[in-house]
């Protein structure tokens, strides 16, 4: 899956292909996926905040929280990324 984000202007519209690809590709068990952003240092971090924000119910604070404590080196989305995620999933 390609997403052309462009620094936090555009992520909700991506936000249900992002959950679509991650839940397809999360069906086996042993599966292990890598997400990664060529130009966007917050993009990949943002879609897996994206992701956890749906399955669990999170706000982008508490995914960022999780995210720290597992992966503490991990560059963090961007304010707006975080802003535009709890928005979306508040109007869900």
Do not use: W
């Amino acid at each position: 899956l390609q997403i052309p984000l462009d620094h936090a202007k555009d992520l909700p519209p991506y936000i249900p292909l992002i959950i679509a690809f991650l839940d397809v590709a999360m069906e086996d068990p042993t599966a292990r996926v890598l997400i990664y952003c060529t130009s966007d240092v917050n993009g990949a971090s943002a879609a897996v905040m994206a992701y956890m924000c749906y399955h669990h119910a999170i706000t982008a604070v508490e995914a960022s929280a999780i995210m720290m404590d597992r992966i503490p080196h991990i560059h963090m989305p961007s304010h707006d990324y975080s802003c535009q995620i709890d928005e979306y999933f508040s109007h869900q």
